[in-house]
């Protein structure tokens, strides 16, 4: 037989079609030929092959005179032996099986790489002879001894992580090695790898290492991955100046040396791997510079050491005490006996309304202040949705829980605060109604989370509190918060002395103010100290850093917010309680009229600041503007969506469901905030569910909330069904970035005819999905129930689901280009409909061989609250292809910058391609500023002066024809 006749017989023995490929990838059903016709690569991935199978597969591969190269991952193979045949093999990939033994690979002389990830090894002896080895990879097995590697000298990549190894000398003699990774097993001593000179990638993450001075002399490293471990030492990486990558997250490390800032890669706060051009130390207890100052980046960082060197240090003693639980759970007493022990204690009948924020001063010293902030929140459910807006890291959080119920609600609180507060300590307090102590047996799932940073109390996991029995266990709790205060990363940590009394000023002015104008902040510290406030980044640094420990609010990337520095956390808090508690706008389900803001705002304090209130409200999704009125919706204030209501499955032309393992109250609450422009009216959006519409008509959508259930799911019809549910997806991924350890499980109803008022469809996993596809493109799925088989990638773009695998392909075979949106926020929307439109487009420009790219300011999510991300807006303004510009009745700050970088580069390289879109609408005089007009008429004045004309638009239909003509004209003239 010739070797095509023998893949036949493969195809036959395993009942599958493999397809003819230049190069054999690990997740092919393929083979390879040579220029003679011969086989020299065969891929045989998930094609459930046992031990019968794979004898009879030998036999036929022996016959192949030229096969070379081998894979046969994701099978069910646990014996291996009579692969000793296939002597002429040099690459072998054996990942995702049930094998064990190994010793028939011993004949394989000719291997230089071998792929064993996956499997169940613990003896790696035999491969000693394997002489020719140059990549060896061994990852997820169960493997403790590799003395017998030290003879593979001709190793240049070794993968041992995952496993159980505790003793590395046998890799002192490896000096070809450049790629090593230990990561995943219980390595403490690393001191043989410091003559592994040709090293370039070093990954020792999550082992037990605490001395890293071995690393001085790997000169050659580029890529360094040390997190998980306990290292608190990093003065040996100074040296390793080839580094473009270095994650050092989760040590002990305590201190930064000013070196750090000269490396050339940034400083980014973030739990990502893919670190290309960074360095992280996310999660360690950093005081110098402090972690809030570090969340700002490598300049911010460097400006804290000039700081520091012209000013010194001095220390802020103040931390954040959050009492949370459920109502009448005793945290007001518990505030007040903080405070005083021989207070009054609140009547059973009396209840917090909103928050009640108060200073204990709880270290008698006379030099400085120690200071807890003690936050006592209303624990009514109707306050849940404001929660995650004020509970924050680098707190010390307090769950009290009564006797008087059985039902505590720790899994809504515990997760809760994991999510917002992070490893913030919780300490857990049971409060003895009439003297009654009771077992508690519903925390044992959170005390075994290690996620849950539960403060471990004796023998109970939690105090127990009667003050009214001669304030019993209140110096016991006392003294755990004073401890966990203590030991709070930011609390006592060094800043510069000029900071200290801008600090003090805030504080005296709190006594009689609010809120300030951030013209005042600006104002403050240059009369208190006018030389280290010369320059407007120093003051930034100074407000975002007060902002960031809870001493301030300043929603510093917020343009309408921005110039508001609020004194009392608890002013803006309790003009949000106010509307939510109120019982006209619960009798009006959930509508807020501008005589309700009137009323319920008439207090002196919210005097003139009516509209930055709302500003808050919608930022934060609580509320939103409705169309056409001054009214606004608090969707959680609402009915439940009658039965009535409900769309049937059958009238849906597309389905999604969300699943989580933890689901936050209220996303759907928050989504209806985010997508409200296409509420069309009142009757469209309840408690629990909204429907959704666009104005053309063309698709509607109806997403509802099942909290018990912990479920979001997603029905759509229309023509456009499958754009509006990548808003909707778009928006839900925003929403659920905003927490910790909130990971949906995307999953695809069946739409056949068998499962479509099934009430148990079959379902198919968004994960499982697009695994099938990046194995094979061409990948399809069968419904059980009907037999019916759809093709992967034609469900997941009729959803409206990324296909990652494929935009891969796109981006490689066609020409991205770049789009920036720039636009102030008051068009925010017409923003994010652009960028919808230019998605919807790809379809149809992937054939022309364009790839639009458009650059959101969603990318930057990650660390959008924790430093001043405009300097990276406008590099990538900078470098896109093509720039648009949307303006309406004024002009941001931010979006000038962007323009001017964008402009700048176009002077010199005559790219970007600008495009400035002024909106023709009605301005509504109530919003108009002065300012605004300036910033409006100026920016105007200055395209003129530049000779550059605005073209306008009346709405989002308009601009978007315009925009799509001028491509393509571009693409026409060969422009593009």
């Given at each position: 037989?010739?070797?095509?006749?023998?893949?036949?017989?493969?195809?036959?023995?395993?009942?599958?079609?493999?397809?003819?490929?230049?190069?054999?990838?690990?997740?092919?059903?393929?083979?390879?030929?040579?220029?003679?016709?011969?086989?020299?690569?065969?891929?045989?991935?998930?094609?459930?092959?046992?031990?019968?199978?794979?004898?009879?597969?030998?036999?036929?591969?022996?016959?192949?005179?030229?096969?070379?190269?081998?894979?046969?991952?994701?099978?069910?193979?646990?014996?291996?032996?009579?692969?000793?045949?296939?002597?002429?093999?040099?690459?072998?990939?054996?990942?995702?099986?049930?094998?064990?033994?190994?010793?028939?690979?011993?004949?394989?002389?000719?291997?230089?790489?071998?792929?064993?990830?996956?499997?169940?090894?613990?003896?790696?002896?035999?491969?000693?002879?394997?002489?020719?080895?140059?990549?060896?990879?061994?990852?997820?097995?169960?493997?403790?001894?590799?003395?017998?590697?030290?003879?593979?000298?001709?190793?240049?990549?070794?993968?041992?992580?995952?496993?159980?190894?505790?003793?590395?000398?046998?890799?002192?003699?490896?000096?070809?090695?450049?790629?090593?990774?230990?990561?995943?097993?219980?390595?403490?001593?690393?001191?043989?790898?410091?003559?592994?000179?040709?090293?370039?990638?070093?990954?020792?993450?999550?082992?037990?290492?605490?001395?890293?001075?071995?690393?001085?002399?790997?000169?050659?490293?580029?890529?360094?991955?040390?997190?998980?471990?306990?290292?608190?030492?990093?003065?040996?990486?100074?040296?390793?100046?080839?580094?473009?990558?270095?994650?050092?997250?989760?040590?002990?490390?305590?201190?930064?040396?000013?070196?750090?800032?000269?490396?050339?890669?940034?400083?980014?706060?973030?739990?990502?791997?893919?670190?290309?051009?960074?360095?992280?130390?996310?999660?360690?207890?950093?005081?110098?510079?402090?972690?809030?100052?570090?969340?700002?980046?490598?300049?911010?960082?460097?400006?804290?050491?000039?700081?520091?060197?012209?000013?010194?240090?001095?220390?802020?003693?103040?931390?954040?005490?959050?009492?949370?639980?459920?109502?009448?759970?005793?945290?007001?007493?518990?505030?007040?006996?903080?405070?005083?022990?021989?207070?009054?204690?609140?009547?059973?009948?009396?209840?917090?309304?909103?928050?009640?924020?108060?200073?204990?001063?709880?270290?008698?010293?006379?030099?400085?202040?120690?200071?807890?902030?003690?936050?006592?929140?209303?624990?009514?459910?109707?306050?849940?949705?404001?929660?995650?807006?004020?509970?924050?890291?680098?707190?010390?959080?307090?769950?009290?829980?009564?006797?008087?119920?059985?039902?505590?609600?720790?899994?809504?609180?515990?997760?809760?605060?994991?999510?917002?507060?992070?490893?913030?300590?919780?300490?857990?307090?049971?409060?003895?109604?009439?003297?009654?102590?009771?077992?508690?047996?519903?925390?044992?799932?959170?005390?075994?989370?290690?996620?849950?940073?539960?403060?471990?109390?004796?023998?109970?996991?939690?105090?127990?509190?009667?003050?009214?029995?001669?304030?019993?266990?209140?110096?016991?709790?006392?003294?755990?918060?004073?401890?966990?205060?203590?030991?709070?990363?930011?609390?006592?940590?060094?800043?510069?002395?000029?900071?200290?009394?801008?600090?003090?000023?805030?504080?005296?002015?709190?006594?009689?103010?609010?809120?300030?104008?951030?013209?005042?902040?600006?104002?403050?510290?240059?009369?208190?100290?006018?030389?280290?406030?010369?320059?407007?980044?120093?003051?930034?640094?100074?407000?975002?850093?007060?902002?960031?420990?809870?001493?301030?609010l300043w929603y510093y990337n917020t343009e309408e917010l921005r110039n508001t520095l609020v004194l009392k956390p608890e002013w803006a808090l309790n003009a949000v309680y106010k509307l939510i508690d109120d019982a006209e706008v619960q009798t009006h389900q959930g509508i807020i009229t501008a005589n309700d803001f009137k009323r319920l705002w008439s207090?002196?304090?919210?005097?003139?600041?009516?509209?930055?209130?709302?500003?808050?409200?919608?930022?934060?999704?609580?509320?939103?503007?409705?169309?056409?009125?001054?009214?606004?919706?608090?969707?959680?204030?609402?009915?439940?969506?009658?039965?009535?209501?409900?769309?049937?499955?059958?009238?849906?032309?597309?389905?999604?469901?969300?699943?989580?393992?933890?689901?936050?109250?209220?996303?759907?609450?928050?989504?209806?905030?985010?997508?409200s422009r296409y509420i069309s009216n009142d009757n469209e959006v309840w408690n629990n569910a909204v429907n959704f519409k666009f104005e053309s008509k063309t698709a509607q959508s109806q997403v509802e909330e099942d909290f018990y259930n912990r479920k979001i799911s997603i029905?759509?019809?229309?023509?456009?069904?499958?754009?509006?549910?990548?808003?909707?997806?778009?928006?839900?991924?925003?929403?659920?970035?905003?927490?910790?350890?909130?990971?949906?499980?995307?999953?695809?109803?069946?739409?056949?005819?068998?499962?479509?008022?099934?009430?148990?469809?079959?379902?198919?996993?968004?994960?499982?999905?697009?695994?099938?596809?990046?194995?094979?493109?061409?990948?399809?799925?069968?419904?059980?129930?009907?037999?019916?088989?759809?093709?992967?990638?034609?469900?997941?773009?009729?959803?409206?689901?990324?296909?990652?695998?494929?935009?891969?392909?796109?981006?490689?075979?066609?020409?991205?280009?770049?789009?920036?949106?720039?636009?102030?926020?008051?068009?925010?929307?017409?923003?994010?409909?652009?960028?919808?439109?230019?998605?919807?487009?790809?379809?149809?420009?992937?054939?022309?061989?364009?790839?639009?790219?458009?650059?959101?300011?969603?990318?930057?999510?990650?660390?959008?609250?924790?430093?001043?991300?405009?300097?990276?807006?406008?590099?990538?303004?900078?470098?896109?292809?093509?720039?648009?510009?949307?303006?309406?009745?004024?002009?941001?700050?931010?979006?000038?910058?962007?323009?001017?970088?964008?402009?700048?580069?176009?002077?010199?390289?005559?790219?970007?391609?600008?495009?400035?879109?002024?909106?023709?609408?009605?301005?509504?005089?109530?919003?108009?500023?002065?300012?605004?007009?300036?910033?409006?008429?100026?920016?105007?004045?200055?395209?003129?002066?530049?000779?550059?004309?605005?073209?306008?638009?009346?709405?989002?239909?308009?601009?978007?024809?315009?925009?799509?003509?001028?491509?393509?004209?571009?693409?026409?003239?060969?422009?593009?």
């Amino acid at each position: 037989m010739n070797d095509l006749e023998i893949i036949k017989q493969i195809e036959e023995i395993l009942d599958v079609k493999l397809e003819k490929k230049i190069e054999i990838g690990w997740v092919s059903k393929a083979y390879s030929l040579n220029q003679s016709g011969q086989v020299t690569g065969v891929g045989l991935n998930d094609c459930k092959i046992d031990n019968k199978k794979l004898k009879q597969l030998i036999t036929s591969l022996k016959e192949f005179k030229s096969l070379i190269k081998l894979s046969l991952t994701d099978n069910k193979i646990n014996d291996i032996f009579s692969l000793k045949e296939l002597k002429n093999l040099i690459n072998l990939d054996l990942t995702k099986n049930q094998i064990s033994d190994i010793s028939s690979l011993k004949e394989l002389k000719s291997l230089t790489k071998l792929i064993l990830l996956f499997n169940q090894i613990n003896d790696i002896s035999w491969l000693k002879g394997l002489k020719g080895l140059t990549y060896l990879y061994l990852s997820e097995n169960q493997i403790n001894d590799i003395s017998s590697l030290k003879e593979l000298k001709n190793l240049t990549n070794l993968d041992l992580s995952e496993n159980q190894i505790n003793d590395i000398s046998s890799l002192n003699g490896l000096k070809s090695l450049t790629y090593l990774n230990l990561s995943g097993n219980k390595i403490t001593d690393i001191s043989w790898l410091k003559d592994l000179k040709s090293l370039t990638q070093l990954n020792l993450s999550d082992n037990l290492i605490d001395d890293i001075s071995w690393l001085k002399d790997l000169k050659s490293l580029t890529y360094l991955n040390l997190p998980v471990n306990q290292i608190n030492d990093i003065t040996s990486l100074k040296e390793l100046k080839s580094l473009k990558e270095l994650n050092l997250r989760n040590n002990p490390i305590e201190q930064l040396p000013e070196w750090i800032t000269e490396f050339k890669m940034n400083i980014r706060w973030t739990n990502t791997y893919q670190l290309t051009g960074l360095i992280t130390f996310f999660n360690n207890p950093l005081k110098s510079p402090p972690v809030e100052i570090v969340k700002q980046g490598k300049e911010a960082i460097k400006r804290h050491f000039e700081k520091i060197k012209k000013e010194g240090l001095d220390y802020i003693y103040e931390a954040k005490l959050t009492l949370v639980g459920e109502g009448a759970s005793g945290k007001t007493s518990l505030q007040l006996r903080l405070m005083n022990p021989k207070s009054l204690l609140p009547k059973e009948d009396e209840r917090t309304r909103g928050i009640n924020i108060e200073d204990w001063n709880f270290k008698n010293e006379t030099s400085k202040k120690h200071i807890a902030h003690i936050w006592d929140f209303g624990g009514q459910d109707v306050y849940y949705p404001v929660h995650r807006f004020f509970l924050t890291e680098n707190s010390v959080f307090v769950l009290l829980a009564s006797t008087r119920i059985t039902q505590h609600n720790f899994d809504y609180w515990i997760p809760t605060i994991f999510q917002f507060g992070g490893k913030s300590p919780i300490i857990l307090g049971q409060t003895c109604h009439k003297g009654n102590k009771v077992s508690w047996n519903d925390i044992g799932s959170f005390l075994s989370n290690t996620d849950f940073n539960i403060v471990r109390i004796n023998q109970i996991p939690y105090h127990q509190l009667n003050l009214l029995n001669n304030n019993e266990g209140l110096e016991a709790i006392k003294e755990t918060i004073i401890e966990q205060i203590l030991k709070l990363p930011h609390y006592g940590k060094g800043v510069p002395k000029s900071w200290i009394p801008v600090r003090e000023k805030l504080a005296e002015l709190a006594v009689n103010s609010d809120c300030i104008t951030y013209e005042k902040f600006v104002e403050i510290c240059r009369e208190l100290r006018p030389e280290q406030f010369e320059k407007p980044v120093d003051i930034e640094d100074c407000a975002r850093f007060f902002h960031s420990i809870g001493v301030i609010l300043w929603y510093y990337n917020t343009e309408e917010l921005r110039n508001t520095l609020v004194l009392k956390p608890e002013w803006a808090l309790n003009a949000v309680y106010k509307l939510i508690d109120d019982a006209e706008v619960q009798t009006h389900q959930g509508i807020i009229t501008a005589n309700d803001f009137k009323r319920l705002w008439s207090d002196g304090c919210f005097t003139d600041k009516h509209q930055i209130l709302k500003k808050m409200l919608e930022e934060f999704r609580i509320a939103f503007h409705k169309k056409h009125n001054d009214e606004y919706i608090i969707a959680a204030r609402l009915l439940s969506m009658p039965d009535e209501k409900k769309w049937k499955n059958n009238e849906a032309d597309l389905r999604l469901e969300y699943n989580y393992e933890f689901m936050p109250r209220g996303l759907v609450n928050q989504l209806s905030a985010e997508l409200s422009r296409y509420i069309s009216n009142d009757n469209e959006v309840w408690n629990n569910a909204v429907n959704f519409k666009f104005e053309s008509k063309t698709a509607q959508s109806q997403v509802e909330e099942d909290f018990y259930n912990r479920k979001i799911s997603i029905k759509a019809k229309g023509t456009d069904a499958r754009a509006l549910n990548m808003l909707i997806m778009d928006s839900l991924k925003n929403i659920t970035e905003g927490y910790k350890g909130v990971f949906p499980q995307i999953v695809v109803p069946c739409n056949c005819e068998k499962c479509v008022n099934n009430k148990n469809p079959q379902t198919y996993s968004y994960d499982m999905l697009i695994q099938k596809i990046s194995n094979n493109e061409k990948a399809k799925v069968m419904c059980n129930a009907s037999d019916k088989i759809f093709l992967v990638e034609e469900l997941l773009f009729n959803l409206g689901l990324h296909n990652p695998a494929k935009e891969k392909r796109e981006m490689e075979h066609n020409k991205p280009r770049r789009i920036f949106i720039a636009s102030s926020s008051e068009l925010k929307d017409d923003r994010k409909d652009f960028e919808l439109a230019i998605h919807r487009k790809n379809d149809i420009w992937i054939k022309k061989g364009i790839y639009l790219q458009p650059v959101m300011w969603e990318n930057f999510i990650d660390t959008m609250s924790q430093t001043r991300l405009q300097d990276e807006y406008n590099i990538a303004a900078k470098e896109s292809d093509i720039f648009v510009m949307l303006f309406f009745s004024k002009v941001g700050i931010f979006t000038a910058e962007e323009f001017e970088s964008a402009f700048g580069k176009f002077k010199e390289t005559g790219k970007p391609l600008i495009y400035t879109y002024f909106k023709n609408d009605e301005i509504k005089s109530g919003n108009l500023k002065e300012d605004d007009s300036i910033s409006f008429f100026a920016f105007k004045k200055k395209l003129r002066d530049l000779g550059h004309y605005q073209t306008e638009y009346t709405n989002t239909e308009s601009l978007i024809l315009h925009f799509f003509n001028q491509l393509e004209k571009l693409l026409d003239a060969g422009k593009l």
